[in-house]
């Protein structure tokens, strides 16, 4: 028996390597937005399970895969405008989204490896907006639940061949 050849991939992944944006667009033009002040970042994609099992299993259970449902837990440092203490126009639109009904309620996301990766992904999803608390000498963070509904897209990452795209909220800055 041989010895396996080692992976060459031996560099851990960073969990900050994701990018989360936001489509701001109108009339069906996209609009891509960066969300910013993520702290942390978790994607997921649960399946639904049946049992498919038939007397030729010989007691063993079998399983099929009927549904997928997907979803985003991200924790954000909420901010705000030096000057004006205007909350930023991104946060807002989910803020605004978690407390609406019916297609006020839906917000088209993205995200993306920010190195390049083929790992990015969009979707439209409805808005949970938690705000942590705290005392008072606590930061203002707020945990936000992107639950998908209808399919997540597997797209071309936008920071494929080099540096992620500048949105308007980083030129607005510079």
């Known amino acids: 028996m041989s010895t396996p050849t080692p992976p060459a991939e031996t560099i851990t992944a960073l969990a900050r390597r994701y990018r989360l944006e936001l489509d701001m667009g109108k009339d069906n033009t996209a609009e891509w937005v960066l969300v910013p002040g993520v702290t942390e970042f978790t994607p997921k994609i649960e399946p639904t399970q049946q049992d498919v099992t038939t007397y030729d299993a010989e007691g063993w259970v079998e399983q099929t895969v009927t549904m997928l449902a997907w979803s ?7 901010r705000a405008h030096p000057t ?15 407390m ?11 995200y993306y490896d920010r ?10 999803a409805l808005v949970t907006w938690e705000p942590a608390g705290g005392g008072p000498d606590a930061v203002d963070t707020v945990k936000i639940t992107l639950t998908g509904s ?3 897209a597997e797209i071309t990452n936008p920071a494929a061949g080099g540096q992620p795209p500048v949105s308007k909220a980083l030129k607005a800055v510079a």
Do not use: M
Not at 84 to 97: D, I, P, S, V, Y
Not at 115 to 124: C, H, I, L, R, S
């Open 100 to 110: 609406a009904f019916g297609a006020k309620s839906y917000v088209r996301v993205r």
């Open 72 to 78: 985003i837990e991200v924790t954000i440092a909420h």
């Open 84 to 98: 004006t203490g205007a909350f930023n126009a991104a946060q807002e639109a989910l803020r605004k989204a978690s």
């Open 150 to 152: 209808g399919p997540l």
């Open 115 to 124: 190195n390049g990766a083929a790992d990015a992904y969009a979707g439209t």
